[in-house]
């Protein structure tokens, strides 16, 4: 509806029909919604919460910092570039890195606060496979559900890049991410027991036919964009055979991820 047929419909309801109206919307409303409904109601406070948002782009540098230094090892005593205690707060200072991202992404901070989530997201589905921390299970040890941050960056990017920039973008991080299994080593937990696949949040994401069309569309271009070519490029060193084998391994790990959006789609 256009602004004026909206005003048409709610013209004749009184003022208690209003308000179980904008009731049942608060209510049933998803976060940001609530928040942008209390920002108009208590506008000093919404101010207020505004003034204490974090610096996008400290937040972005901090980020980039905190990605390189744990793939290097430095947070395993691989390097003296992290002290003894700030490696053993490793857990507090990547929640806290999150909970930033999550806020400039709420405040529809995009510039800084949708690269800074990927970033994390990344690292986080790499600790799965990869020892960056010491923990058997940093996924679990920082109480960090995957899906629910992959859901408010994708619907970031939906409400304020519209559909095509939103399809284009995740479906290459859905390819990188997604995991049937959940982002937990043992599988177990408060953290598993919130977990939901990223075929699931995409499923309810995409609204109608033309929706689900152009989002496969930009699923198959990154499916392509990911999938390692065949032959080598002239002039380039044939692969070996372990080579070859790790690419072989990639691709088997990669359709078992996504096997569940294959299916659907």
């Not at 308000?19 to 919604?33: F, M, N, P, V």
């Not at 609530?34 to 505004?50: F, N, Q, V």
């Not at 606060?113 to 679990?140: N, Q, R, W």
């Not at 609204?207 to 065949?230: I, R």
Request: hydrophobic share 40%; net charge neutral.
């Amino acid at each position: 509806m256009h602004k004026d047929e909206f005003y048409t419909k709610i013209g004749p309801l009184d003022i208690d029909h209003l308000k179980k109206l904008l009731w049942e919307i608060y209510w049933r409303g998803g976060k940001d919604l609530r928040g942008r409904i209390e920002a108009l109601l208590d506008p000093e406070k919404s101010k207020k919460r505004t003034e204490e948002l974090p610096d996008g782009d400290e937040t972005l540098q901090d980020v980039l910092a905190f990605v390189a230094l744990a793939r290097s090892g430095a947070y395993m005593g691989g390097t003296r570039e992290v002290s003894r205690s700030e490696r053993s707060k490793w857990r507090v200072t990547f929640r806290k890195l999150f909970k930033e991202s999550a806020l400039l992404l709420t405040h529809t901070d995009m510039e800084y606060g949708a690269p800074a989530m990927e970033e994390l997201i990344d690292l986080a589905c790499e600790t799965k496979d990869v020892m960056y921390f010491h923990s058997e299970d940093p996924v679990a040890a920082m109480r960090i559900v995957i899906s629910e941050q992959a859901q408010l960056l994708w619907r970031t990017y939906l409400a304020h890049g519209g559909f095509p920039s939103f399809a284009k973008r995740a479906a290459y991080q859905f390819i990188r991410w997604e995991n049937p299994y959940g982002w937990t080593v043992y599988g177990e937990g408060w953290v598993k027991e919130h977990e939901t696949t990223l075929t699931s949040v995409l499923a309810q994401m995409l609204k109608g036919h033309d929706a689900w069309v152009e989002f496969t569309d930009s699923y198959l271009a990154a499916l392509d964009h990911a999938a390692p070519a065949t032959a080598p490029a002239k002039g380039k060193k044939k692969p070996s055979q372990w080579d070859n084998r790790k690419k072989e391994l990639a691709r088997e790990k990669r359709a078992v991820n996504l096997a569940e959006w294959n299916g659907l789609s």
